[in-house]
């Protein structure tokens, strides 16, 4: 079985600080990795993602992740937040053989202030 | 691009009737297409996935008889809420994968905003 777990239901960070968001999985298997952004009554959207090759990943709006396989991490940054950065952030998780099932993480709320 | 669209973005019934909601892929053809249901401050929990031509297969616990699934082609999931009551007002957020391989990404719909009153 595996699992998703977002330390931090709430982030708040000033405007032009470092956003980091934390994800640890659990996998027997090795696990392909996604973070995603949801805004207020809308669906997700991809960030990023974590198959295999480079460990660093690079997504949309200034995001990066990187995946740490002795730490089973795959933490959420951006150097600079910004006000529209404020959304829902969901961590998933899914792997080979698992028909592409996604298991998401409880989410963390990122609040940004000026 | 991968556009999932759903039909209606929002709905209000009454406790006893039956709701349908479409998802549709609009650029691409969709092999699988997933159903997931989220409450309010909480995360995606998946209820089913639907494989065109097949029955669906549902995550345990969700009842298959109140949750209808239908994947009549490769760009169209239906969810049909039967006699619905209060306690399945929810957000219901729907995916689909371009093709078949792990690696794919799901691209989600906007979800449906469900009240049953």
């Known amino acids: 079985a595996q699992s998703v777990t977002q330390l931090g239901s709430h982030v708040s960070v000033s405007e032009g600080a470092l956003v980091l968001l934390r994800c640890n999985y659990s996998s027997s298997v090795p696990p392909y990795l996604f973070w995603y952004v949801q805004y207020p009554n809308q669906g997700l959207q991809l960030l990023l993602k974590y198959t295999t090759g480079a460990t660093l990943v690079k997504g949309i709006n200034g995001f990066e992740a990187e995946f740490k396989k002795s730490e089973t991490s795959f933490h959420l940054t951006k150097p600079s937040a910004h006000m529209s950065d404020a959304a829902e952030y969901f961590c998933?998780?899914?792997?080979?053989?698992?028909?592409?099932?996604?298991?998401f993480g409880t989410g963390t709320q990122l609040k940004v202030e000026l | 691009g991968a556009v999932v669209s759903q039909h209606p973005s929002r709905v209000i019934c009454k406790s006893g009737t039956s709701v349908k909601i479409e998802c549709r892929s609009l650029?691409?053809?969709?092999?699988?297409m997933f159903w997931y249901r989220q409450f309010p401050k909480q995360s995606l929990m998946l209820m089913a996935t639907s494989n065109e031509g097949s029955k669906a297969t549902y995550e345990q616990g969700v009842e298959k008889d109140k949750f209808l699934i239908n994947h009549a082609s490769l760009t169209l999931s239906t969810l049909t809420v039967t006699s619905a009551h209060p306690e399945d007002s929810s957000f219901y957020i729907c995916?689909?994968?371009?093709?078949?391989?792990?690696?794919?990404?799901?691209?989600f719909g906007p979800g449906t905003r469900l009240l049953v009153l």
């Open positions: 998933a998780v899914s792997f080979t053989g698992g028909g592409n099932k996604l298991t």
């Open positions: 650029d691409f053809q969709a092999t699988t």
């Open positions: 995916s689909a994968n371009k093709g078949g391989s792990f690696q794919e990404t799901q691209y």
